[in-house]
T-cell receptor
C-alpha cells in the first residue's frame, strides 16, 4: 500500500519569505501522480500543484514549485514570496489509478 | 475548473437517525466519486470509491452497512449515515473524477455532521 509522510506538523514563515514543505512517499509503482493541496479554514480542498511521475521537469505554478526526486521518493513544495493568504493546511497526496492517499498535513502560518 | 457541490454543508441529527449527504458534479460527468472523512486537525481518510452504476468499494474498516453509498447517475452520489452515533460526527468530503486523465479529481466543499 502506498503511504505518504509529511514530517512537519507545523511551520511558520515571514511574509515575503520562502518556505519549503517536505513530503516523502512509498510506492512500488512507476507511473503515478503527486499533488499538493491547500485547505484553508473554509476546509475547501484547493489544488496547488501536481506532478506526473514520468516527467523529470519539476512543476511550477506562479509562486509555487516542487522539487521532485523520484529515486528518493521525495516531493517537496516551495512557496516563494509568502503571502498572508497562504496560511492554511497543506496536504501532500499520491495517486495511482483511482486511489489517492494523503499525508498527515502541515499547518503553515504566514506571519506579517 | 470543474465544480463539485455538497449538500447540506452542515447537518445536526439525533442518535439513531439516518442522514443523507449529496455530492454533485455540476459541469462534468463523474464516472468515479470518492468519499473521505476528516477528523479535526487530521488528514483525509478515504472511506469508499464508487463508479456510476456499480456498488461502492469500501476501505478496510469502513462499515458498508452503516455508510451507504449510491452513485446512481454520472452527476450524483449520496452518502447515507445510518443509525448515526456521536462518534460518526465528522467532516465528510466528496471528490469526483471524470475518468480518462486519471489525475483529475475535484473536491466538494465538505459537510459537517454533528450527531447529538
Amino acid at each position: 500500500a502506498q503511504t505518504v509522510t509529511q514530517s512537519q506538523p507545523e511551520m511558520s514563515v515571514q511574509e515575503a519569505e520562502t518556505v519549503t514543505l517536505s513530503c516523502t512517499y512509498d510506492t512500488s509503482e512507476n507511473n503515478y501522480y503527486l499533488f499538493w493541496y491547500k485547505q484553508p479554514p473554509s476546509r475547501q480542498m484547493i489544488l496547488v500543484i501536481r506532478q506526473e511521475a514520468y516527467k523529470q521537469q519539476n512543476a511550477t505554478e506562479n509562486r509555487f514549485s516542487v522539487n521532485f526526486q523520484k529515486a528518493a521518493k521525495s516531493f517537496s513544495l516551495k512557496i516563494s514570496d509568502s503571502q498572508l493568504g497562504d496560511t492554511a493546511m497543506y496536504f501532500c497526496a499520491f495517486k495511482y489509478n483511482n486511489d489517492m492517499r494523503f499525508g498527515a498535513g502541515t499547518r503553515l502560518t504566514v506571519k506579517p | 475548473g470543474a465544480v463539485v457541490s455538497q449538500h447540506p454543508s452542515r447537518v445536526i441529527c439525533k442518535s439513531g437517525t439516518s442522514v443523507k449527504i449529496e455530492c454533485r458534479s455540476l459541469d462534468f460527468q463523474a464516472t468515479t466519486m470518492f468519499w473521505y472523512r476528516q477528523f479535526p486537525k487530521k488528514s483525509l481518510m478515504l472511506m469508499a470509491t464508487s463508479n456510476e452504476g456499480s456498488k461502492a468499494t469500501y476501505e478496510q474498516g469502513v462499515e458498508k452497512d452503516k455508510f451507504l453509498i449510491n452513485h446512481a447517475s454520472l452527476t450524483l452520489s449520496t452518502l447515507t449515515v445510518t443509525s448515526a452515533h456521536p462518534e460518526d460526527s465528522s467532516f465528510y468530503i466528496c471528490s469526483a473524477s471524470a475518468g480518462g486523465r486519471t489525475y483529475e479529481q475535484y473536491f466538494g466543499p465538505g459537510t459537517r455532521l454533528t450527531v447529538t
